[in-house]
């Protein structure tokens, strides 16, 4: 057995939590649009064609954005394609992935969609193929009351209301060789300023996102950041970053840390858009958008130039295991600690493609094991987030040094009093205790601890199987004059929920 103490007080903030850190992503992709959340011949769908068993887990999940249409494919995307009667809607190449679109999925089927699931549409524009004038006209059919050319065609198609689309990202992995339409660095930045600049005048209310680098692998990373942002850092609010981690090649104990490499990878962001904002004299402070991480089994995939052309076919629907989940849960744990600049993030994507929710065309939808440690910080991480100062001891790993072994958080709600702490052991063998110092919180009583963890770390859930692996009451938790202590079982996610002993029960 190993032990770990933590402090809990309310004074120790490092910020509030955005709640658009627990974001997801929809790109038409493999199945995550056609047969993941949109199938009209299956039983459950709606009128627009949308599944209903996909609607009723995404409301569980409960993602608070949604980004779309991509990712990769929207560097070759014409978004007029997706509009107007469906019947005439034309077949293109996708070219990013080797497709046939259908288009019979756009924008305003789109933000229906984020309507019905209880979320936020989040878009990103075309700057891989095209330019200003298609983000703007694409901004104004969206966003402008009426009047307009554009704006007067949402309403005919019976948007009346404008979208109010709020979030944009400025292109998609603009420094990436696979990406249609890749640009240099200071290419993409004066590119990012125009249109960023030109979509203002439009809707000042909206927030920009530029590209940041498509992994902190890349050989361009932080330098990449550096020419964009001297460009284009007074017109947008956010500088994205995407960070997947894949399992294979790695030791068990390296990939459970993998929250590790995003922590750095954000540490490095943040320094270099202040290092910008410091050469520019600005007292403005860019976010981090971190809009798309996952676990993703990425070296299977052999790339998309190996790919026939088809429509709709399974792609990258990668199946995770308890240790996946325990990332995931480690990667959000990430991401709260760094709410002071992290302000946006999506796990991506939503549905079949390295995805928390699976489908089968014409059959069932299922939560896979990484679902859980998202729907319990989604619902539960509120308020601000508290530096909790582990003492614990290390594991060494080839890719990172020495880790901790516990990776833990915790957020408090001002308004609620609900204090909840976030944890994941990364011990493969041992089981951690966790001392925490929670005297702040003495008037507080235990309401929920949960774990997630099983013999064999490699079980997965399937649709016939949806409660082998599920968050399961730890028996362990006790919480007695202002001191909380729990057993964490080898490579777990963890809940613990306190609340003011006079809170209304549930
Ligand atoms: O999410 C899958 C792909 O990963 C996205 O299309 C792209 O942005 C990233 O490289």
Redesign the pocket.
Known sequence: MTYATLTLDPSFRIGVVDRRLFGS?V?H?GRCVYTGIHEPDHPTADDLGFRGDVLDLVRELGPTVVRYP????VSGYRWEDGIGPREDRPRRLDL?WRSWESNQVGVDEFVAWCRAAGTEPMMAVNLGTRGVREAVELLEYCNHPGGTTWSDLRRAHGAERPHDIRVWCLG??LD?P?QIGQKTAWEYGRLAAETGHAMRRVDPRIELVACGS?HSSMPTFASWEATVLAECYDVVDHVSL?S?QDPLGRTLGDHLASGVGLDRAIDAVVATADHVGARLRSRKRLGVSVD?WNV?YQSRFPGESSLEWAEARPL?EDTYDVADAAVVGSMLITLLRHADRVRLACQ??LVN??APIRTEAGGPAWRQTIFHPFAQAARHARGEVLRVEPQVGCYDTAEHGEVPLLDATATHDIETGALTVLAVNRSTDEPLTVRADARAFAGHRLVAATTLAADDVRSTLTAADQHSVAPAPNATARFEDGRLTVVLPPVSWNVVRLEPAGAPQP
């Open positions: 992503f790109e992709m991509g990712g990769n494919f990013a998609n992995e990436g696979w498509s995407h997947y798309e993703w990258i991506a994507q493609v390295i």
